[in-house]
């Protein structure tokens, strides 16, 4: 299945207590329980100002469809091609 990358502009996301990353973690969960299981949530790296978020899908419509269903802006979203780490170099 596709692998994306999603690049969420959230201005202080960085300053959240855990509390309310949980509750944002809720939401996108509740959000994919009802949207079936073609998308899976890996992983977020939650920046100063921005979330950066890799999810399984088959379309970047449906990783779009999440976003609007669970309030979340989704800025940019990419199609990763290939994960490289230092191994690669080996």
């Known amino acids: 299945m596709p692998q994306f990358v999603i690049e969420r502009e959230m201005p202080g996301v960085g300053k959240l207590g855990a509390g309310d990353l949980r509750e ?10 009802e949207l079936g299981p073609d998308i899976q949530w890996v992983n977020s790296y939650v920046a100063d100002d921005k979330i950066y978020c890799i999810y399984r899908a088959p379309s970047e419509a449906l990783i779009r469809q999440h976003a609007e269903k669970a309030g979340f802006p989704a800025n940019t979203i990419a199609e990763v091609r290939a994960t490289i780490d230092p191994t690669t170099a080996e």
């Open 24 to 33: 944002a973690s809720q939401t996108s969960c509740k959000v994919l329980r």
